[in-house]
């Protein structure tokens, strides 16, 4: 077999435009290890000694990967990413949410929030004082996370509903795969405990999971009895609190430019969908104070004046109460900005000089006549935000900001090669696997299984520790599936990118499709071992 990984001339075509995987070549790379050799039946014995050597040949030859992966392409950070064809050239309505969707926060305002909810913890709920010690860590939590109120653990799902082997904490420590197993008797959640989780899906949550370990760790650390769903309930309750009561909104709106983070792009994509005759609408649950206040903000450099923003936007819709906006009857009330009231008069049209609280889906189609496909919504929760509008026959726009940073490093060298390493090692497990060794060849058969396996999680905990030590990619799991949270952009979201800027790099008329090679997130690039062959 031979020793070296040799190029083929033409290497890989150019990076087409949304592409997800990389091409496949006539010839392939070849000789990094006999990848696809055919299995022998009844040679079990011999198959394991050359399996053993394929192995030690791919170990050999592992500093060769940088230069047989150098020519694939990569994805566009910044690109559109799409799950159902969407032609922007019938969307004859934009509606946008304005957290993390229009306006977008520093790291500082996890902080602020987890901060403000362990302090009405210990003064409200009268938690102890020690809790207090604890700060926010922005490293822990990822977004796509599960609370099971009853077992108190916070859970890493894949796509199918198992329990990612790394990715179960009881508080602050990692539970190894037998304590997963004794917990829940399998990794797969089924639907009667799937009822006692509670997803944790939009950036809001880093804070409340953060929380949530913290606590619970502290009360293991200190030896003391506690319910998990208490600490769900008052932890929920802290957090409810600290929006609810307007603490987090006048503490932004007091220091701007600490939370808030000017994207003048935004504005200029809101200005050239107005341009170009498009209907523009804004949905959000957030206050109309603390919107115009961090509007405002965000457009004093942009030659605005005074109220001038809400010029931009044919209607302006605050305190929605998303998800129950999509199925409830709710009427919608005029808000009177300058008295903080609410009228009394029924809304059977809406004015481009008002604003209204409130209402519902229902009311907003019949007053508005704008018809389910040509109206597309933007928002950066699947659930609250999302899933109504595409039950509703809108299409759905998800902007995810830690796409970019995590297709940035699925791009890098580091990240690829442990994926190659990780497609050999799947390859060479097949095999053994496929293979049937007498009885007193089990333990060499035993020996090689448990090396390759070793291999396997030294490359898969390389590839998480790149996103994030505790839980890894928000999109992926170890295992190489698609994670629970993937499942929901797919279900949910006709397209998704990191933010809304990235839209002006394309046509208004363009025809956003899928990758014709179907996976289940069309930005998800693998390196397949089929790349390899032997000479």
């Given at each position: 077999?031979?020793?070296r990984l040799r ?8 990076s087409q435009a949304?592409s ?6 006539s ?11 055919t299995?022998r039946?009844g ?7 050359r399996?053993?050597?394929?192995f030690?040949d791919a170990?050999?030859n592992?500093?060769?990967?940088p230069v047989?992966?150098k ?25 946008f ?6 306006s977008h926060y520093s790291d500082?305002?996890?902080?602020l929030i987890?901060d403000?909810?362990k302090k009405?913890l210990?003064?409200?709920l009268?938690?102890?004082e020690s809790c ?11 977004r796509?996370?599960y609370?099971d109120?009853l ?10 509903g198992s329990i ?13 795969l ?7 008797g399998?990794r797969?959640i ?7 989780l ?6 809001f ?5 953060c ?14 009895e506690?319910?998990a769903?208490?600490v769900y309930?008052?932890v929920?309750q802290a957090i ?8 987090i909104?006048?503490k932004?709106l007091?220091?701007?430019q600490k939370f808030l983070?000017?994207k003048?792009q935004v504005?200029r994509?809101l200005?050239?969908?107005k341009?170009?005759g ?11 104070y603390?919107?115009d206040?961090?509007m405002?903000?965000l457009l004093?450099?942009q030659?605005f004046?005074?109220n001038?923003?809400r010029?931009?936007?044919d209607?302006?819709?605050a305190q929605?109460?998303k998800?129950?906006?999509y199925?409830?009857?709710h009427?919608?009330r005029?808000y009177d900005?300058?008295k903080?009231?609410l009228a009394f ?7 481009p ?6 209402g519902?889906l229902?009311?907003?189609l019949q007053i ?10 933007f928002g ?12 509703a ?7 995810i900001r830690?796409?970019e940073d995590e ?6 060298d580091?990240?690829r ?5 990780l ?9 053994v696997?496929?293979t ?5 060849k089990?333990?060499?058969?035993r020996?090689l299984l448990?090396?390759?396996?070793a291999?396997?999680?030294q ?9 994030n030590?505790?839980?890894?990619a928000?999109?992926?799991?170890d295992t190489g599936?698609?994670?629970?949270f ?12 990191s933010?809304?800027e990235n839209f002006?790099?394309?046509?208004p008329?363009?025809?956003l499709h899928p990758p014709?090679?179907?996976k289940i ?7 397949p071992a089929s ?5």
């Amino acid at each position: 077999m031979a020793a070296r990984l040799r190029l083929l001339a033409h290497c890989f075509p150019p990076s087409q435009a949304l592409s997800s995987t990389a091409p496949r070549t006539s010839g392939g790379l070849r000789a990094l290890c006999s990848l696809s050799t055919t299995l022998r039946s009844g040679a079990g014995e011999d198959e394991i000694e050359r399996i053993r050597r394929e192995f030690e040949d791919a170990k050999r030859n592992y500093l060769s990967i940088p230069v047989a992966i150098k020519d694939m392409p990569k994805m566009n950070p910044q690109g559109i990413y799409v799950n159902k064809n969407v032609k922007l050239d019938d969307l004859q309505v934009y509606g946008f949410d304005y957290d993390y969707t229009l306006s977008h926060y520093s790291d500082h305002l996890q902080c602020l929030i987890y901060d403000l909810a362990k302090k009405h913890l210990v003064d409200e709920l009268k938690y102890p004082e020690s809790c207090l010690q604890y700060e926010y860590d922005g490293s822990f939590p990822i977004r796509g996370l599960y609370y099971d109120r009853l077992k108190g653990c916070l859970l890493k799902l894949d796509f199918f509903g198992s329990i990612e082997p790394d990715g179960c904490f009881f508080g602050r420590r990692k539970l190894s795969l037998s304590e997963i197993k004794e917990l829940y008797g399998t990794r797969h959640i089924g639907r009667d405990q799937a009822r006692q989780l509670v997803g944790l899906m939009d950036v809001f949550c880093f804070s409340e999971a953060c929380l949530i370990a913290d606590i619970v760790q502290h009360f293991v650390d200190a030896k003391l009895e506690f319910d998990a769903p208490y600490v769900y309930e008052d932890v929920n309750q802290a957090i409810q609190h600290v929006h609810r009561s307007g603490l987090i909104h006048r503490k932004i709106l007091s220091e701007p430019q600490k939370f808030l983070i000017k994207k003048s792009q935004v504005f200029r994509f809101l200005k050239m969908l107005k341009e170009k005759g498009k209907k523009l609408f804004l949905l959000t649950n957030s206050p109309f104070y603390f919107v115009d206040g961090g509007m405002r903000y965000l457009l004093e450099d942009q030659h605005f004046d005074g109220n001038s923003w809400r010029e931009l936007f044919d209607v302006v819709i605050a305190q929605a109460n998303k998800p129950t906006f999509y199925n409830s009857d709710h009427p919608f009330r005029v808000y009177d900005t300058e008295k903080d009231t609410l009228a009394f008069t029924a809304v059977d049209k809406f004015l481009p000089d008002q604003v209204y609280y409130h209402g519902c889906l229902k009311s907003f189609l019949q007053i508005t006549k704008w018809r389910g496909p040509e109206v597309i919504y933007f928002g950066d929760h699947l659930l609250s935000d999302l899933r109504g509008p595409s039950k509703a026959g809108w299409r759905t726009a998800a902007v995810i900001r830690e796409l970019e940073d995590e297709i940035e490093i699925q791009n890098s060298d580091s990240y690829r090669v442990q994926q190659a390493k990780l497609s050999i090692i799947h390859d060479l497990l097949g095999k053994v696997h496929a293979t049937v060794v007498s009885t007193e060849k089990g333990q060499v058969y035993r020996a090689l299984l448990d090396e390759l396996n070793a291999e396997r999680r030294q490359c898969r905990s390389g590839m998480r520790d790149l996103f994030n030590s505790s839980f890894g990619a928000t999109f992926l799991t170890d295992t190489g599936r698609e994670s629970s949270f993937a499942y929901h952009i797919h279900q949910y979201a006709d397209i998704y990118t990191s933010k809304l800027e990235n839209f002006l790099s394309y046509a208004p008329e363009s025809w956003l499709h899928p990758p014709h090679d179907i996976k289940i997130m069309p930005h998800n690039a693998k390196v397949p071992a089929s790349l390899f062959s032997s000479s």
